[in-house]
């Protein structure tokens, strides 16, 4: 017998999505903040990578944050705040 799993009601970019997003709220809403992906990818518990390609999406879909590409030295930095 083989062993069944069920399918999920959520992919798990959407999962990543909603957890960054979350910390991403949490941190901002204080004022803005400013941070290079390798510096959180432990908190949040994702890669650099994951975190640089879900923020291009945030970018665009995230209606309660304001996200901004502010720089690049040797890493981008992004720049995010409540909208």
């Known amino acids: 017998m083989s062993a ?3 399918p999920s009601t959520k992919s798990e970019t ?3 999505t909603e957890r960054l997003q979350t910390y991403l709220r949490e941190r901002a809403a204080d004022g803005e903040m ?3 992906s390798k510096f959180i990818s432990d908190e949040v518990g ?3 990578k994951e975190i ?3 923020m291009v999406k945030l970018r ?3 209606t ?3 996200i901004e590409k ?10 995010v705040e409540l909208a």
Do not use: I
């Not at 690049?72 to 992004?78: D, L, P």
């Open 4 to 6: 069944t799993t069920q």
């Open 14 to 16: 959407e999962t990543k």
């Open 34 to 36: 400013y941070f290079k």
């Open 46 to 48: 994702l890669s650099p």
């Open 52 to 54: 640089g390609a879900l």
């Open 60 to 62: 665009e879909s995230a």
């Open 64 to 66: 309660d944050l304001e």
């Open 70 to 79: 502010w720089s690049y030295t040797s890493a981008t930095t992004w720049r």
